[in-house]
């Protein structure tokens, strides 16, 4: 069974760096693509972009580039979504996420990670 | 403002059928795949509609997508109280540099 597991809540303060994790099971990591989702409060999906494990070749989002950085470590089957300077702003739900077949198709989901900031 | 466009809130009755639209232009749905997800109130989306019109393993019948040009509509029939939800479309879109694009979603309510 394909799973997704997301590290657990965090609060941070406005300024400061996190990095969340997903790891997967039940599949060969390194060749699908993985992507996040982020869901600020009470709003609407936002595709951030996407990392392939396999070689880390990576699509940002244009919304989310410069603001974000993924990697992943496929020894672990491990992804990350990493801040190096947080901002209220950044207070949502962040899913990650697995390709099926097409770019929009995201069969799997992580449970989310709800990052709060407090400025 | 998102790229693809829904409307904002359906509502129907037990047993109506409803439809959701979902409006794009030519460098998203025009050309690509569009796909619709289902998000119950506090768990994570899950996949209702892949390619247009195919249900993957598990959902049900009641649920159908079609497409024609730029626009796309999701069909619940048979409405049921349990399909309470916020409904999202989602596709590629090849401009300006590619990308996933979600619409804003829709609130479900079941009267």
């Known amino acids: 069974e394909v799973q997704l597991v997301q590290s657990g809540a965090e609060v941070k303060k406005s300024g400061e760096s996190l990095r969340i994790s997903c790891k997967g099971s039940g599949y060969n990591f390194g060749t699908y693509w993985i992507g996040w989702v982020r869901q600020m409060p009470g709003k609407g999906l936002e595709w951030m972009g996407i990392i392939y494990p396999g070689d880390s070749n990576i699509i940002y989002s244009p919304s989310f580039q410069g603001q974000v950085t993924f990697s992943a470590d496929k020894s672990i089957n491990t992804a990350y979504l990493q801040w190096s300077s947080l901002k209220a702003s950044d207070t949502a739900i962040y899913y990650c996420?697995?390709?099926?077949?097409?770019?929009?198709?995201?069969?799997?989901w992580g449970q989310g990670t709800l990052v709060t900031v407090s400025s | 403002q998102s790229v693809l466009t829904q409307p904002p809130s359906a509502s129907g009755t037990p047993g109506q059928r409803v439809t959701i639209s979902c409006s794009g232009s030519s460098s998203n749905i025009g050309t690509n795949y569009v796909y619709w997800y289902q998000q119950l109130p506090g768990t994570a989306p899950r996949l209702l509609i892949y390619m247009d019109d195919r249900r993957p393993s598990g959902v049900p019948d009641r649920f159908s997508g079609s497409k024609s040009g730029a626009s796309a509509s999701l069909a619940i029939s048979g409405l049921r109280s349990e399909d309470e939800a916020d409904y999202y479309c989602a596709g590629w879109d090849d401009r300006p540099s590619g990308r996933v694009v979600f619409g804003g979603g829709t609130k479900l309510t079941v009267l």
């Open positions: 996420a697995r390709q099926t077949s097409g770019w929009a198709e995201i069969a799997y």
